[in-house]
């Protein structure tokens, strides 16, 4: 990926096991489910995470402009981030969990379209 320019990134996925998996993937900091059951973002040592069941599929989505970054999770808007927004060539690698879809767009897509992808 190319931090300086926008980007939005999909996963669909399902965890392996309900308290505890591998990374979904890593590179612009990573995702996993943590040891207490939530999924977590964990990007410029700041944990960013949602509460829920994640041994069922959900859909998340890290949409990054010039002055933010904000997560989705199931059609819900969860965390903006408007600190320490990366730049630079990333390599992003799809690791643990059960990544069902994974998709990159070039492009920061609007607030109602990372909604409508991200809703079950």
């Given amino acids: 990926i190319d931090a300086d320019n926008d ?9 392996i096991t309900p308290t505890s998996s591998p990374k979904f993937f890593d ?8 040891s207490s059951g939530n999924l977590r973002f ?3 040592s700041n944990n960013h995470s949602t509460a829920g069941d994640f041994t069922q599929t959900f ?9 933010s ?4 999770l199931n059609g819900v808007l969860t965390h903006t981030i ?3 927004i990366p730049s630079g060539s990333k390599d992003i690698s799809l690791e643990g969990g059960m990544t069902t879809n994974f ?4 492009v920061a897509l609007t607030d109602s379209d990372c909604i409508a992808l991200t809703t079950l």
């Fill in 69 to 72: 970054m904000k997560i989705y």
């Fill in 7 to 15: 980007f939005t990134m999909l996963i669909e996925s399902k965890s």
């Fill in 103 to 106: 998709m990159i767009f070039p």
């Fill in 59 to 67: 859909k998340w989505l890290l949409r990054k402009d010039s002055t």
């Fill in 42 to 44: 964990r990007y410029n």
């Fill in 27 to 34: 590179g612009i900091g990573y995702l996993n489910v943590n």
């Fill in 82 to 84: 408007t600190t320490g």
